[in-house]
């Protein structure tokens, strides 16, 4: 069984830092991507920041300037430096990853982490 574990989330003023981790543990071969999104009350679900093994990153344009998207492939671990924070970042921050389970056949199954709050004060 595969699980995505997100930690780092908390309480922050306007202006402050946070950074989230991400971490992947039990049976997988590989991981390929992985992914932050967001989910603040009724609202969906939105995607924050994306990246591939080689370093390509992808923002949403709500947080570009603002946050950074790492990983660390050896670890497996996804991080995500939160800077500037405004009121409107407050969210559940969720990790996802799509994760080679089998190679025989390729089978990639699509991980979501619990998922952990960020609330920014005004």
């Known amino acids: 069984q595969v699980r995505l574990v997100e930690s780092g989330g908390g309480l922050v003023q306007t202006g402050g830092s946070l950074r989230l981790s991400c971490a992947a543990s039990?049976?997988?071969?590989?991981?390929?991507?992985m992914k932050w999104y967001r989910q603040a009350p009724e609202r969906q679900r939105e995607l924050v920041a994306s990246?591939?093994?080689?370093?390509?990153?992808n923002y949403a344009d709500s947080v570009k300037g603002r946050f950074t998207i790492s990983m660390d492939n050896a670890e497996n671990t996804v991080y995500l430096q939160m800077n500037s924070l405004k009121p409107e970042d407050t969210a559940v921050y969720y990790c996802?990853?799509?994760?080679?389970?089998?190679?025989?056949?390729?089978?990639?199954?699509?991980?979501w982490g619990q998922g952990t709050l960020v609330t920014v004060s005004s």
């Open positions: 039990g049976s997988f071969f590989s991981i390929a991507a």
């Open positions: 990246i591939v093994k080689g370093g390509m990153t």
């Open positions: 996802n990853a799509p994760v080679l389970v089998t190679i025989t056949p390729v089978t990639y199954r699509e991980v």
